[in-house]
């Protein structure tokens, strides 16, 4: 698939074919293409955690005001990010980079975080984003539609998933086969009120 039909293809599905779980291949690949997302300084903040027991589907559900796709999704991410991945040996991270980048940048990303932690949360916050979108089109190149969901219980879900310290839940990903097609599309703003040149 064109990644522009991607682009345009891809909506907020509300309605999966329940019992239809993504296979390990699929998987396999989705997540290939996915961890190429591009983070700050290449931390890779993203943690994707897999719903596959049907009873935490279903009392995440509970906890996401009963929408269907939770349970019904061939594949539930909840997806997460650590906050303090800048601190978790970076230098790994860029010991493919020439010594001179590695000396630069490894001091530089302490310096970017520490004693921070909006800058750490916005952060990751960031990363989740670009990879919920990046897992969207990918999944779509996969034949599988998606919904990302924040309509949940927040703290809910982290006690359920036993979300350690030092990590945020970003959003919930929900991908699947379609059986109804989603409502139609929302109205565009207007690009003149999205599109800023120069300054507002
Ligand atoms: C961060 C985020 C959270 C969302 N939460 C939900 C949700 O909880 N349930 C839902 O059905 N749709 C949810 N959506 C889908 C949006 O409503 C949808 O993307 C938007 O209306 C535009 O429609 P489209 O994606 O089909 O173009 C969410 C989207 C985003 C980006």
Same mark, same amino acid.
């Given at each position: 698939?064109?990644? @522009?039909?991607?682009?345009?293809? %891809? ?9 239809? *779980?993504?296979?390990?291949? &699929?998987?396999?690949?989705? @997540? ?5 997302? *591009? ?6 903040? =993203? ?10 589907? +279903? ?5 996401? =005001? ?8 061939? #594949? ?5 990010? /650590?906050?303090?991945? =800048?601190?978790?040996?970076? &230098?790994?991270? =860029? +010991? ?15 310096? $970017?975080? %520490? ?6 949360? /916005? ?16 999944? %779509?190149?996969?034949? $599988? ?8 219980? @927040? ?9 350690? &310290? ?6 919930? #990903? +929900? ?6 097609? *989603?409502?139609? %599309? ?15």
């Amino acid at each position: 698939m064109h990644v @522009f039909e991607a682009i345009e293809s %891809r909506r907020a599905v509300k309605h999966f074919q329940a019992n239809t *779980p993504m296979t390990a291949a &699929e998987q396999q690949q989705l @997540f290939d293409l996915a961890r190429r997302a *591009p983070t700050a300084f290449n931390l890779q903040h =993203w943690r994707f955690v897999v719903v596959e027991s049907p009873a935490l589907r +279903a009392q995440i559900r509970a906890a996401a =005001w009963d929408q269907a796709q939770v349970t019904d999704a061939s #594949l539930l991410l909840v997806l997460c990010a /650590d906050t303090q991945a =800048w601190a978790k040996q970076p &230098e790994a991270l =860029w +010991a493919a980079a020439p010594q001179p980048v590695q000396d630069f940048i490894v001091p530089a990303i302490d310096g $970017y975080y %520490r004693d921070k932690p909006q800058v750490q949360r /916005d952060e990751a916050m960031r990363s989740c984003g670009i990879v919920a979108q990046t897992l969207m089109l990918a999944a %779509r190149g996969l034949g $599988y539609d998606s919904c990302p969901m924040d309509g949940f219980d @927040f703290d809910k879900v982290a006690e359920l998933i036993k979300l350690p &310290e030092g990590h945020v839940i970003s959003m919930l #990903l +929900a991908v699947g086969k379609q059986t109804q097609a *989603p409502w139609p %599309r929302g109205v565009q703003r207007d690009e003149h009120a999205v599109i800023i040149r120069d300054h507002f």
